[in-house]
């Protein structure tokens, strides 16, 4: 069990942003938070444009009406922005005062590390709870196994890839195919292993160039007419996957190469059941921390149940590729 900072107060009412990268499964999330703050009779309020609405005043009450058919949607209604000005000390302290204003005494924060490392120095410095619900697609915080939108990211890529196979057997080609994880290979690997990809790269594996071709060369002898090879953007071979790709092309000329960059289209799309339950669990678990005078940890997920870690842990802390499914990658490609 995480070690949690505690406030002794009562909350009267909670505000709830969301901050950084969209991600599928935020507006469930801003839903769970509403409706629990409902049940246990807590007043909330919605920051439109995260840390930058704050500074901005624009701030409104919602209730469980105001939450209707939106579980289903990817985005976030609440909308997202970064916020320069909150890196200020004048910027934080006019969002401070928006707070005062509206009653706002406890924060909760919907989104990645970064946003995680803005609500910790807020509370710091004013002595205001927060509590971190991790979203972003790239599963890139430690304290969880999943943030919310990773798994609906996953989905989106093997329904991509699966059609881009079809034109790559067609043609028999060789496509690299670029998803998101500039920090972190969780999409590439799983995603590569789910569609089958011959090959994977991703930053916490540094294949190299000559091991790749040397690769792709075997596939070829296999009698492998066509290839997907899945890129994390944060690979370190080659400056970026079209230099990587025309470095194949020059050195494998049988094979006609391209290049899909799946790009945000990733981070959009209804989110899936699993990312819904799990907004809905961290939502209300958030909730509860305040309420139970807990504040300045995250709420994550291990071993199916819902855990604490704190935020400065949750933003500092590696977040570890499974080596169990890179084995299992290297088994596959054969």
Partial sequence: ??????????????????????????????????????????????????????????????????????????????????SEEFRTKEGRKKAFANLQNNGIDALIVIGGDGSFTGGLIFQQEYGIPVIGIPGTIDNDIYGTSHTIGYDTAMNTVVEAVDKIRDTAISHNRLFFVEVMGRDAGHIALNTGIGAGAEEILIPEEDMGLDRLLDSLKRSKKSGKLSSIVMVAEGDKIGKNVFELAEHIEDNLPDYEVRVSVLGHMQRGGAPTCFDRVLASRMGLKAVEALRDGVSGNMVGMADGKMIFTPLDKAIKGESKIDTELVRVSEIMRL
């Fill in 1 to 82: 069990m995480a070690t949690k900072t505690s406030h002794s107060k009562t909350i009267q009412k909670i505000g709830v942003l969301t901050s950084g990268g969209d991600a599928p499964g935020m507006n469930a999330a801003l839903r769970s938070v509403v409706r629990s703050c409902a049940y246990y009779k807590i007043p909330c309020c919605g920051i439109t444009r995260g840390y930058q609405g704050m500074i901005e005043g624009k701030i409104k009450p919602l209730g469980p009406r105001s939450v209707n058919n939106i579980i289903n949607k990817g985005g976030t209604v609440l909308k997202s922005a970064r």
